[in-house]
């Protein structure tokens, strides 16, 4: 752990983590191709509108099923996504660009990366908890993806900045609380706590842990704490949170599939 962070290094720690992502999502698809085979689990997508009842004499909503989603397949893509950003960051033309970005304080790869992965298992997790509604799931994947992309904002302001200009830092961070006030009003808004599947709690505990890790990482960057100095150390932060964050709660998701 006291090895010196560089750049050669942290190619070989990317090289490393886009396997160990390609591997789980290619368990996971062949998983959730043999539970398609018999139990095909797939989540609704609906859409509301209004129409004129002649009965009733007045407007009613009216729901229209617009597709569905087969789950267990979706989950993998959320790892795939992963794998194939890491695999982009250690080739020649990407690597070349991560290194210069890391020279700066800032990795653009990460953020668009996570504004993908991160947006697209929201969605999915969003859908575990019933939100249906095509409207809803676009809204949160927008404010989701703009989590994201204000943490690239933080890093390319503050490239610049004598003093750290927090603004972007708390924007992003009240983005980011707006989908999982939905998602928890759909999971206990009328439900009975004792009636709650195990793995609900255990995804929305994991996601409000990582959730908070994951801003903590970017303060000891900006507050200069201890080893966080290195940009580099930060950086590989992120990497490993990110595998530890996007397996736990793929699997968890997954284990969604499973549930009556």
Same mark, same amino acid.
């Given at each position: 752990?006291?090895?010196? $962070? ?30 398609? @085979? ?6 609704? $997508? ?41 695999? $982009?960051? %250690? &080739? ?15 990795? @653009?790869? @990460? ?19 019933? %939100? ?10 927008? %404010? ?15 490239? #610049? ?29 009328? &439900? ?7 793995? %609900? ?5 994991? +996601? ?11 303060? *000891?960057? +900006? ?9 580099? +150390?930060?950086?590989?932060? #992120?990497?490993? *949170? &990110? ?18």
């Amino acid at each position: 752990m006291s090895k010196e $962070i560089t750049f050669h290094s942290l190619k070989k720690f990317n090289t490393i983590m886009g396997f160990l992502h390609l591997i789980q999502g290619l368990l996971m698809l062949g998983f959730a191709l043999f539970i398609e @085979r018999i139990a095909d689990f797939r989540i609704p $997508i609906m859409s509301y509108f209004l129409t004129f009842d002649q009965t009733q004499m007045r407007l009613v909503t009216e729901p229209n099923q617009l597709g569905e989603v087969p789950f267990g397949i979706a989950v993998s893509l959320f790892l795939f996504i992963s794998a194939l950003a890491h695999f $982009i960051i %250690v &080739s020649p033309w990407g690597n070349k660009i991560y290194n210069r970005d890391l020279s700066n304080g800032m990795n @653009r790869f @990460r953020w668009y990366e996570y504004a993908l992965s991160s947006s697209l298992m929201i969605l999915l997790v969003a859908l575990l908890f019933g %939100v249906y509604d095509i409207g809803a799931l676009i809204l949160i994947v927008v %404010v989701n993806a703009s989590m994201n992309l204000f943490g690239l904002d933080m890093e390319e302001i503050n490239q #610049y900045t004598k003093r750290t200009n927090w603004k972007p830092f708390i924007f992003g961070s009240i983005a980011g609380l707006a989908p999982w006030i939905v998602i928890l009003l759909y999971a206990f808004g009328n &439900s009975n706590p004792a009636e709650v599947p195990w793995f %609900v709690y255990a995804i929305v505990g994991s +996601y409000f842990v990582f959730f908070n890790l994951f801003p903590i990482n970017m303060i *000891l960057q +900006y507050k200069k704490v201890g080893k966080w100095e290195n940009y580099l +150390y930060g950086e590989r932060g #992120y990497i490993i *949170l &990110s595998l530890f964050a996007k397996s736990i709660l793929a699997w968890l998701a997954f284990a969604g599939v499973m549930q009556p």
